[in-house]
Protein backbone atom coordinates (compact mmCIF):
# COMPACT_ATOMS: atom_id res chain seq x y z
CA UNK A 1 0.00 0.00 0.00
CA UNK A 2 1.60 3.45 -1.06
CA UNK A 3 2.05 6.54 1.63
CA UNK A 4 -1.21 9.23 0.66
CA UNK A 5 0.34 12.41 -0.29
CA UNK A 6 1.48 14.73 1.67
CA UNK A 7 4.21 17.29 3.03
CA UNK A 8 5.19 19.28 5.89
CA UNK A 9 6.25 23.33 5.24
CA UNK A 10 9.86 23.18 4.13
CA UNK A 11 12.67 25.56 5.72
CA UNK A 12 14.64 27.15 2.59
CA UNK A 13 18.43 27.47 3.75
CA UNK A 14 17.53 31.32 3.58
CA UNK A 15 15.61 30.94 6.97
CA UNK A 16 17.72 28.49 8.26
CA UNK A 17 19.08 31.37 10.84
CA UNK A 18 15.38 31.70 11.86
CA UNK A 19 14.68 28.43 12.69
CA UNK A 20 13.92 26.61 15.53
CA UNK A 21 16.14 23.54 16.47
CA UNK A 22 15.14 20.09 15.41
CA UNK A 23 14.61 18.62 18.86
CA UNK A 24 12.44 22.12 19.34
CA UNK A 25 10.28 22.05 16.73
CA UNK A 26 9.78 18.14 16.92
CA UNK A 27 8.82 18.57 20.36
CA UNK A 28 6.41 21.35 20.28
CA UNK A 29 4.65 19.99 16.49
CA UNK A 30 4.35 15.87 17.42
CA UNK A 31 5.08 15.99 21.36
CA UNK A 32 1.85 17.04 23.94
CA UNK A 33 3.17 14.69 26.38
CA UNK A 34 5.88 12.43 27.51
CA UNK A 35 4.20 9.20 26.04
CA UNK A 36 2.20 8.92 23.06
CA UNK A 37 -1.23 7.16 23.87
CA UNK A 38 -1.05 3.87 23.46
CA UNK A 39 -4.72 3.48 22.66
CA UNK A 40 -4.16 5.78 19.34
CA UNK A 41 -1.08 4.11 18.44
CA UNK A 42 -2.76 0.23 18.71
CA UNK A 43 -5.94 1.83 16.74
CA UNK A 44 -3.69 3.61 14.14
CA UNK A 45 -2.13 0.39 13.38
CA UNK A 46 -4.91 -1.90 13.07
CA UNK A 47 -6.18 0.98 11.00
CA UNK A 48 -3.32 1.02 8.84
CA UNK A 49 -2.64 4.62 8.90
CA UNK A 50 1.33 4.02 9.25
CA UNK A 51 2.99 5.69 6.23
CA UNK A 52 6.56 6.60 5.29
CA UNK A 53 8.13 10.23 4.46
CA UNK A 54 11.62 9.92 3.02
CA UNK A 55 14.19 12.31 3.68
CA UNK A 56 17.04 12.83 1.26
CA UNK A 57 20.88 12.02 2.03
CA UNK A 58 22.97 14.08 0.14
CA UNK A 59 26.61 14.03 -0.04
CA UNK A 60 28.55 16.97 1.16
CA UNK A 61 31.26 17.81 -1.21
CA UNK A 62 28.80 18.25 -4.54
CA UNK A 63 24.94 18.17 -2.78
CA UNK A 64 24.59 15.20 -4.94
CA UNK A 65 21.91 13.21 -3.29
CA UNK A 66 22.50 9.61 -2.46
CA UNK A 67 19.82 8.19 -1.25
CA UNK A 68 16.46 8.82 1.00
CA UNK A 69 15.66 7.66 4.24
CA UNK A 70 12.32 5.83 5.16
CA UNK A 71 10.61 7.55 7.82
CA UNK A 72 7.65 6.41 10.04
CA UNK A 73 4.63 8.71 10.05
CA UNK A 74 1.34 8.60 11.97
CA UNK A 75 -1.91 9.33 10.55
CA UNK A 76 -4.21 11.07 13.07
CA UNK A 77 -8.27 10.76 11.94
CA UNK A 78 -8.03 14.40 11.96
CA UNK A 79 -5.07 14.54 9.23
CA UNK A 80 -2.55 15.02 11.29
CA UNK A 81 1.08 13.76 10.69
CA UNK A 82 2.82 12.73 13.51
CA UNK A 83 6.41 11.93 13.31
CA UNK A 84 8.02 8.13 14.53
CA UNK A 85 9.90 10.65 17.37
CA UNK A 86 6.34 10.98 18.97
CA UNK A 87 5.73 7.16 19.54
CA UNK A 88 8.41 5.11 18.73
CA UNK A 89 8.65 5.08 22.31
CA UNK A 90 5.22 4.14 23.06
CA UNK A 91 5.65 1.51 20.22
CA UNK A 92 8.53 -0.24 22.20
CA UNK A 93 6.93 -0.19 25.60
CA UNK A 94 4.13 -2.10 24.09
CA UNK A 95 6.50 -4.49 22.23
CA UNK A 96 5.12 -3.74 18.42
CA UNK A 97 7.65 -1.40 17.37
CA UNK A 98 8.83 -4.69 15.15
CA UNK A 99 5.26 -4.62 13.58
CA UNK A 100 6.14 -0.79 12.91
CA UNK A 101 9.09 -1.50 11.25
CA UNK A 102 7.42 -4.18 9.47
CA UNK A 103 4.73 -2.10 7.96
CA UNK A 104 6.98 0.35 6.52
CA UNK A 105 9.90 -1.50 5.59
CA UNK A 106 7.41 -3.07 3.54
CA UNK A 107 5.56 0.15 2.40
CA UNK A 108 9.08 1.48 1.16
CA UNK A 109 10.29 -1.69 -0.77
CA UNK A 110 6.52 -2.02 -2.52
CA UNK A 111 7.49 1.32 -3.56
CA UNK A 112 10.59 1.00 -4.95
CA UNK A 113 9.71 -1.77 -6.56
CA UNK A 114 6.83 0.29 -8.74
CA UNK A 115 7.57 2.92 -11.32
CA UNK A 116 6.61 6.20 -9.48
CA UNK A 117 8.70 8.62 -7.79
CA UNK A 118 10.42 6.86 -5.37
CA UNK A 119 12.13 4.08 -7.58
CA UNK A 120 12.94 7.16 -9.85
CA UNK A 121 15.27 8.48 -7.02
CA UNK A 122 19.03 7.53 -7.17
CA UNK A 123 21.28 5.79 -4.84
CA UNK A 124 20.35 3.75 -1.44
CA UNK A 125 16.72 3.70 0.59
CA UNK A 126 17.69 3.27 3.98
CA UNK A 127 15.23 1.39 6.68
CA UNK A 128 15.25 2.27 10.34
CA UNK A 129 14.97 -1.20 11.71
CA UNK A 130 15.02 -1.84 16.04
CA UNK A 131 16.94 -4.70 17.32
CA UNK A 132 13.93 -6.66 18.32
CA UNK A 133 12.66 -6.45 14.75
CA UNK A 134 16.12 -8.05 13.10
CA UNK A 135 16.58 -10.50 15.96
CA UNK A 136 13.54 -12.26 14.35
CA UNK A 137 14.30 -14.63 11.77
CA UNK A 138 10.71 -14.21 10.19
CA UNK A 139 11.02 -11.02 9.36
CA UNK A 140 14.52 -11.46 8.08
CA UNK A 141 12.92 -13.56 5.68
CA UNK A 142 9.97 -11.09 4.57
CA UNK A 143 12.49 -8.35 3.94
CA UNK A 144 14.34 -11.07 1.46
CA UNK A 145 10.80 -11.61 0.29
CA UNK A 146 10.22 -8.32 -0.50
CA UNK A 147 14.07 -8.06 -2.39
CA UNK A 148 13.26 -10.96 -4.78
CA UNK A 149 10.19 -8.95 -5.83
CA UNK A 150 12.05 -5.99 -6.33
CA UNK A 151 14.79 -7.85 -8.87
CA UNK A 152 11.50 -9.33 -10.24
CA UNK A 153 10.41 -5.86 -11.22
CA UNK A 154 13.45 -4.83 -12.39
CA UNK A 155 14.48 -7.36 -14.65
CA UNK A 156 17.11 -9.14 -12.22
CA UNK A 157 19.32 -6.63 -11.07
CA UNK A 158 22.62 -7.24 -10.29
CA UNK A 159 23.06 -7.61 -6.29
CA UNK A 160 25.96 -5.06 -6.61
CA UNK A 161 23.35 -2.20 -6.82
CA UNK A 162 20.40 -3.63 -4.14
CA UNK A 163 19.57 -0.32 -2.69
CA UNK A 164 18.81 -1.62 0.32
CA UNK A 165 20.75 -0.19 3.68
CA UNK A 166 19.11 -1.51 7.43
CA UNK A 167 20.04 0.90 10.13
CA UNK A 168 20.42 -0.54 13.04
CA UNK A 169 19.10 2.17 15.82
CA UNK A 170 20.88 2.82 19.13
CA UNK A 171 17.72 3.31 20.51
CA UNK A 172 17.00 -0.36 22.02
CA UNK A 173 20.15 -1.83 21.23
CA UNK A 174 19.63 -5.66 23.13
CA UNK A 175 20.61 -8.44 20.94
CA UNK A 176 23.56 -10.43 21.28
CA UNK A 177 26.04 -9.36 18.01
CA UNK A 178 26.52 -12.05 17.15
CA UNK A 179 23.14 -13.89 16.99
CA UNK A 180 22.12 -10.82 14.72
CA UNK A 181 25.32 -11.17 12.63
CA UNK A 182 23.59 -14.80 12.04
CA UNK A 183 20.32 -13.75 11.88
CA UNK A 184 21.35 -11.23 9.11
CA UNK A 185 23.43 -13.22 7.00
CA UNK A 186 21.35 -13.87 4.42
CA UNK A 187 20.56 -10.48 3.49
CA UNK A 188 23.94 -9.38 3.64
CA UNK A 189 24.36 -12.04 0.99
CA UNK A 190 21.63 -10.80 -1.00
CA UNK A 191 23.69 -7.16 -1.12
CA UNK A 192 21.89 -5.69 2.17
CA UNK A 193 23.91 -3.19 3.48
CA UNK A 194 24.07 -2.07 6.92
CA UNK A 195 24.22 1.50 8.96
CA UNK A 196 24.60 2.41 12.66
CA UNK A 197 21.76 5.12 12.96
CA UNK A 198 22.18 7.57 15.70
CA UNK A 199 25.59 7.25 16.87
CA UNK A 200 27.70 9.10 19.81
CA UNK A 201 23.64 9.30 21.23
CA UNK A 202 22.97 7.46 24.68
CA UNK A 203 24.34 3.59 24.27
CA UNK A 204 27.34 2.21 22.93
CA UNK A 205 27.52 0.11 20.03
CA UNK A 206 30.50 -0.53 20.00
CA UNK A 207 29.88 -3.97 19.70
CA UNK A 208 27.47 -3.86 16.81
CA UNK A 209 30.69 -1.95 15.22
CA UNK A 210 32.90 -4.83 16.57
CA UNK A 211 30.61 -7.61 15.23
CA UNK A 212 28.35 -6.21 12.19
CA UNK A 213 29.56 -5.60 8.73
CA UNK A 214 28.79 -1.91 9.07
CA UNK A 215 29.08 0.65 6.27
CA UNK A 216 27.27 3.59 7.37
CA UNK A 217 28.06 5.52 10.52
CA UNK A 218 24.86 7.93 11.26
CA UNK A 219 26.34 10.89 13.53
CA UNK A 220 23.43 11.57 15.79
CA UNK A 221 21.99 14.90 15.24
CA UNK A 222 22.60 16.16 19.00
CA UNK A 223 26.56 15.36 18.73
CA UNK A 224 26.65 17.39 15.61
CA UNK A 225 24.65 20.42 17.00
CA UNK A 226 27.26 20.02 20.05
CA UNK A 227 30.15 19.85 17.71
CA UNK A 228 28.81 23.24 16.21
CA UNK A 229 28.72 24.67 19.31
CA UNK A 230 31.28 23.90 21.85
CA UNK A 231 34.69 23.33 21.37
CA UNK A 232 34.85 20.17 23.49
CA UNK A 233 32.16 18.67 21.27
CA UNK A 234 33.74 19.32 17.90
CA UNK A 235 36.54 17.52 19.63
CA UNK A 236 34.62 14.70 20.62
CA UNK A 237 33.08 14.46 16.46
CA UNK A 238 36.74 15.01 15.23
CA UNK A 239 37.82 11.56 17.08
CA UNK A 240 34.60 10.15 16.12
CA UNK A 241 35.37 10.79 12.39
CA UNK A 242 39.18 9.52 12.48
CA UNK A 243 37.44 6.15 13.51
CA UNK A 244 35.10 6.00 11.17
CA UNK A 245 38.04 6.97 8.48
CA UNK A 246 39.81 4.01 9.34
CA UNK A 247 37.48 1.27 9.26
CA UNK A 248 36.04 2.63 5.92
CA UNK A 249 33.06 3.69 7.05
CA UNK A 250 30.66 6.07 4.72
CA UNK A 251 29.55 8.89 7.63
CA UNK A 252 26.00 10.34 7.46
CA UNK A 253 25.52 13.47 9.17
CA UNK A 254 21.43 13.96 10.77
CA UNK A 255 20.00 17.01 11.70
CA UNK A 256 21.68 19.49 9.51
CA UNK A 257 19.70 22.39 9.49
CA UNK A 258 21.92 25.59 8.21
CA UNK A 259 24.46 26.46 5.97
CA UNK A 260 27.07 26.79 8.59
CA UNK A 261 26.26 23.83 9.45
CA UNK A 262 26.69 21.61 6.18
CA UNK A 263 30.13 24.03 5.43
CA UNK A 264 31.32 22.69 8.77
CA UNK A 265 30.83 19.68 8.59
CA UNK A 266 32.45 19.11 4.39
CA UNK A 267 35.06 21.07 6.06
CA UNK A 268 35.74 18.36 8.95
CA UNK A 269 35.31 15.38 6.26
CA UNK A 270 31.78 14.09 6.86
CA UNK A 271 30.80 12.38 3.77
CA UNK A 272 27.12 12.74 3.42
CA UNK A 273 24.12 14.72 5.36
CA UNK A 274 20.57 14.75 5.73
CA UNK A 275 18.22 17.50 7.44
CA UNK A 276 15.73 20.10 7.39
CA UNK A 277 18.50 22.78 5.45
CA UNK A 278 17.12 20.43 2.88
CA UNK A 279 13.36 20.15 3.10
CA UNK A 280 11.14 18.67 5.37
CA UNK A 281 9.98 14.82 5.04
CA UNK A 282 7.95 14.35 2.23
CA UNK A 283 5.71 11.13 0.98
CA UNK A 284 5.21 10.28 -2.71
CA UNK A 285 2.14 8.97 -3.91
CA UNK A 286 1.78 6.16 -5.56
CA UNK A 287 -0.36 4.81 -8.12
CA UNK A 288 0.19 1.27 -9.50
CA UNK A 289 -0.65 1.28 -13.03
Not at 265 to 289: K, N, S, Y
Request: glycine share 6%; proline share 7%; net charge negative.
Amino acid sequence: MGAPEFALPAVSPAADARVQPLWARERLCDRSSDAFPRAQLRQALQEQRLCVAYQPILRLDDLQTMGQEALARLLTPQGRVVAAEAFISTAASLGIEPRIDAVITAQAMAAASKPGPLAAMPGKLFLNCSSAFLAQPSCMDKLAQQHRHWLQAWGGTEATQTPWVLEITERNLDADPAQLRENLQPLLDLGFELALDDFGSNHSTFPYLLTLPIRYLKLDRTLVQSGLTSAKGALVLRHLLRLANDLDLITIAEGVESHTALQWLRDIGVHWGQGFFWGQPTAHHHTTP
